[in-house]
């Protein structure tokens, strides 16, 4: 089992930054690729970034060149640091972990809300 909790949303202008964390806890060492996704009101939820356990990370178009993802496996949590935020940026943001072994699984985050006004 792996549980994951977010922390680091909030209120934040347009053109500022904000940075979340994702702290995992359980068995960890399971877990291969691990991300972040955001769902805003009325829409699905997407994939925003994420990074495997070799580092390599994968960022949606979106938000390429504006967030960078990042973990600190001292720590077990993953960051995600986002500049020059706009409003469409605003939307629950989820953690996500993923495992291949024993058998494929992902775990959710409860969210937290990122809102950026104008």
């Known amino acids: 089992q792996v549980q994951l909790v977010e922390s680091g949303g909030g209120l934040v202008q347009a053109g500022g930054s904000l940075r979340i964390s994702c702290a995992a806890s359980?068995?960890?060492?399971?877990?291969?690729?691990m991300g972040w996704y955001r769902q805003a009101p009325g829409k699905q939820r997407e994939l925003v970034a994420t990074i495997s356990s070799g580092g390599n990370t994968n960022y949606a178009a979106s938000v390429k060149g504006r967030f960078t993802i990042s973990r600190d496996n001292a720590k077990n949590t993953v960051y995600l640091q986002m500049n020059s935020l706009k409003p469409e940026d605003t939307a629950v943001y989820y953690c996500?972990?993923?495992?291949?072994?024993?058998?494929?699984?992902?775990?959710w985050g409860q969210g937290t809300q990122v809102t950026v006004s104008s």
């Open positions: 359980g068995s960890t060492f399971r877990i291969n690729v």
């Open positions: 996500n972990a993923h495992q291949m072994v024993p058998y494929s699984n992902d775990y």
